[in-house]
């Protein structure tokens, strides 16, 4: 019920859909700039109507208060912050630096494009948009990006194989075990 709700929320208005209802109802009304026009079914005022309008729907909640260009702007500033990373990533000589990087922007570019589709009203998956609601999401988002900083101002976690002049440092003492057959 739940993935038909997702893709035909209407269908499921006063079930599993009524979230989805709900932001469509917030979206269809909104303006470029400035506050929307509510068109609810019931005569509720939209922070009622729409659960977690403060929250988990802030961006829908962007959208219908202060318009699309908001919303927009909010976007592209991630969308900028994620790339510049990525930039900043593939220029990374060590190959820990990269997996590290990468394995902190997959989960903030995936919970932001999650949080997108929620709040424009396809709400199969859930998820906060980072850096914007104060909770426990916002304190991993802001590690996740300082561990990036991090990797970035020391462009070398570790060494890969070699120092730079591509010569094996050696001990200065070295031990021979050997192991003879005795008869």
Known sequence: ARLAAAFHPEQ??????????????????????????????DSRPYALSVPGSGTDNFLTTLIHRLGWLPFLLVVLAFATLAVWILLRCLRQSSQLGKAVVLAALLPLCLQALFSIAWNLGLTLLSS??????SNINTVLAMFLIGLCLSVFREERIARDSVDACNKVRLPKYRIKIMIQKVS
């Open 128 to 133: 906060p948009f980072p850096f914007i609601t």
């Open 12 to 41: 499921f208005a006063d079930g599993v859909g009524y979230h989805a209802v709900q932001i469509q109802n917030a979206i269809a009304g909104a303006k470029w700039l400035g506050e929307g026009i509510w068109n609810s079914a």
